[in-house]
């Protein structure tokens, strides 16, 4: 069995410790992941400092380790997705096109053009905003995309001249440690370095003396926790928190239509998608013919191992998310809502539960009100739009929302009155690297991508050079 290794001011790394790595789609342990130390901690910290030191003093050389990096990442797509599939689930074409993805953001970031911010050049002065890195970024990554949303802090944090110790979920460490292998080939040593470990580790990575900036990506509980223990240095922060994303059908969609791109949009990596539609408004003269189209999509789709060709979605990921989606399932229907497709788990190993759509769940249910992060999508019916509207809005998460319409005049005047980070019309989580993705309420705090990414990576200075 191959030794995955931490990667610590440019070394590869292992420990006496280690933790086991789960395949949901067997439930049973397949490989073991090394347990960082604190002082595994502080010497990737002390690593990542001394680096900084060189590494924020040239950017062309920069722009070019990030080429080299994409490049390299490109080279190594199907080795890296095939870890990936075995330990988060999904479909392995869906693992490759993530591993591609870090590539693009790489490149993205290596190919920004950062302009000059001059606000004053005449006889009296010369006045420049300067943007300078911040320091040592703490990188804290979920398990759904470990290896896209790891290279969202990853690459305008480097672009920037910062340097970074990564942490990814313990659910999925294989693939990320992989992945910082492939980049430290072509980075300078120090500056990208990987530790591994539970939740303590991401706790003594807030809490360290280093960084200077935390990039947060996971659940709101865990999120507020992170602002906390930042807050002690005033460490920046950027968060984003997950959603409970709603989908407004409006009276002149194609039920058809709208049902199967409404399914893609709910059940894309098996419904655990921060950004995925998490709850469907439907007129109720259309309710009936949507659910029917998204119970044709349910009926239809596979389910099974990632590493199967005909599969499209596989397991949730761990234990936990298994239960938490059992649960609020179980809990909707005993209050109620009935099961127009699945409603239990598939009857096999691993965590595979049935595609899920449930119809006449109330406001107050779990399924409704809560983000359910899973493969279960609950169906609601509305008499009138302004109700449906302030019904979703009526929660604290705010990260993205869609309507669908066939008049999009309309549907774009209905999404400007939604409370949501992106709002999509006719499509949904259509994110680019170039686009600015955050929340707001409890979904998050700042911004991810495009210039404003590489903006949140960097202190502000004024330069002023008076000439008389």
């Known amino acids: 069995m191959t030794e995955h290794l931490m990667t610590i001011d440019g070394e590869r790394r292992s420990s006496s410790d280690r933790f086991d790595v789960i395949n949901p789609a067997t439930g049973e342990a397949f490989a073991t992941a090394p347990e960082a130390t604190a002082a595994d901690l502080d010497d990737a910290m002390a690593g990542a400092q001394r680096a900084f030191r060189t590494w924020k003093l040239d950017d062309d ?77 703490a990188a804290i990554a979920p398990w759904n995309f470990p290896l896209l949303l790891s290279s969202w802090k990853i690459a305008p944090a480097l672009r920037a001249g910062n340097t970074v110790v990564l942490k990814p ?46 990039s947060f990506t996971g659940s709101v509980s865990a999120g507020k926790k992170v602002a906390i223990a930042s807050a002690a240095d005033l460490k920046r922060v950027t968060l984003e928190l997950g959603g409970n994303d709603p989908a407004i059908v409006l009276d002149d969609a194609d039920p058809t239509v709208v049902g199967k791109a409404l399914f893609a949009a709910a059940f894309q990596n098996n419904g655990q998608t921060c950004i995925a539609v998490k709850r469907v408004y439907v007129p109720e003269s259309l309710h009936d013919a949507v659910v029917d189209a998204l119970v044709a999509e349910a009926e239809s789709v596979v389910v099974g191992d990632g590493m ?39 009857d096999r190993p691993g965590y595979f539960f049935a ?8 406001e107050s249910s779990g399924i409704v009100a809560e983000e359910q992060f899973g493969p279960a999508l ?9 109700d449906a509207i302030e019904r979703a809005n009526a929660t604290t998460y705010a990260l993205g929302a869609s309507v669908w319409a066939t008049d999009t005049e309309r549907g774009e005047g209905v999404a400007r009155q939604l409370e949501a980070g992106s709002a999509w019309v006719n499509t949904h989580a259509a994110l680019a690297p170039n686009l600015p993705f955050g929340g707001l309420k409890w979904s998050g705090v700042g911004v991810e991508n495009g210039t404003w990414g590489y903006k949140s990576f960097t202190d502000l200075q004024v330069v002023n050079r008076r000439k008389k």
């Not at 649960?327 to 788990?345: F, K, Q, Y």
């Not at 595609?355 to 109330?362: D, M, R, W």
């Open 308 to 346: 199967d060709e005909a599969t499209k979605l596989g397991p949730l990921n761990n234990r936990p998310q298994f239960d938490r989606v059992s649960d609020l399932v179980a809990g909707a229907l005993s209050s109620g809502a009935r099961a127009a497709a699945g409603g239990t788990a598939l």
């Open 378 to 386: 609950p169906v609601i019916a509305y008499r009138d739009l302004d």
């Open 169 to 214: 979920s313990p659910y999925t460490p294989l693939s990320s440690l992989a992945m910082v292998d492939v980049l430290n080939r072509v980075l300078p040593p120090g500056v990208l370095n990987v530790v591994t470990g539970g939740d303590a580790l991401g706790a003594a990575m807030t809490a360290h003396p280093t960084p200077r900036k935390v």
């Open 61 to 137: 050389a920069r722009r070019e380790s990030l080429r080299q990096a994409a490049a390299a990442i490109n080279e190594a797509v199907p080795q890296i997705a095939t870890l990936l599939t075995q330990e988060q689930g999904k479909p392995l074409n869906e693992a490759m096109f993530e591993v591609m993805g870090v590539g693009m953001w790489l490149q993205y970031y290596a190919d920004l053009q950062v302009e000059r911010e001059i606000l004053q050049d005449d006889d009296a002065a010369f006045v420049e905003v300067v943007r300078r890195p911040i320091g040592v970024v």
């Open 355 to 362: 595609p899920t759509i449930l119809t006449g769940a109330g």
